[in-house]
Every structure is written in structure tokens, then in C-alpha cells.
């Protein structure tokens, strides 16, 4: 697994994503409930980006019809979206948060 640093920690506001690039791939960074979560910044349903929605506990709702995807494993929870966005795991090293998009081998 590959980690790329994208933002400083406090770069994240919380609630509040970040849209970030890494490796070609579309993320969006989501600091809340003290954690950082990295999902992809493109819904399932339709292709807008996530990064423009709004974040509710452990979740982002997609601003164009409203559903919403867990930060945790992707899975959509509420329609009309019915596929999960992939998820990709975070490192918080000092100041730095680091993503992979890269699967293992």
C-alpha cells in the first residue's frame, strides 16, 4: 500500500470535505468526530462530486439528489444511490495525513 501525503491536518476543517487528487483519483477528505476519513469524491448515482455536499455525523449526502454514503465503507444510505463509492485508509503522521488508493497486491 502507497500513502501520499494530501493536506496538513489542519488544513481540515471539521464537517467540512476537502477535495483532494491522488494518483488520478478524486477523494474527498472528511475530518469529523476526530477522525479523518478519505472517500471518493464521486457519487455512484450521478457524476458530481461529494467534496460539494454536506457532512452529518459519520456521513456525506451528495448536493444534487440527496443521497447519502457512510465514510466508513462507502455504502449508500439512502436513495435514489444504491452502489457504494470506495473508501481508502488514512495515516496521520505529525501534521500530515496520508492517503493510499492503491490495493494490495
Not at 448536493?63 to 454514503?69: A, K, V
Not at 457504494?84 to 492503491?102: F, H, M
Request: some cysteine; proline content about 7%.
Amino acid at each position: 500500500m502507497s500513502f501520499v501525503r494530501v493536506a496538513a491536518l489542519g488544513e481540515l476543517e471539521s464537517d467540512t470535505p476537502k477535495r483532494v487528487v491522488v494518483d488520478d483519483v478524486p477523494v474527498s477528505l472528511v475530518r469529523t468526530g476526530g477522525e479523518v476519513f478519505a472517500i471518493n469524491d464521486i457519487c455512484s448515482h450521478a457524476n458530481v462530486s461529494l467534496s460539494e455536499g454536506e457532512v452529518d455525523d459519520c456521513s456525506i449526502e451528495c448536493w444534487l439528489h440527496g443521497s447519502s454514503f457512510d465514510l466508513r465503507t462507502g455504502k449508500p444510505s439512502g436513495l435514489p444511490a444504491t452502489r457504494p463509492v470506495p473508501v481508502y485508509p488514512v495515516k496521520i503522521e505529525g501534521d500530515d495525513v496520508l492517503v493510499s488508493v492503491t490495493q494490495e497486491s
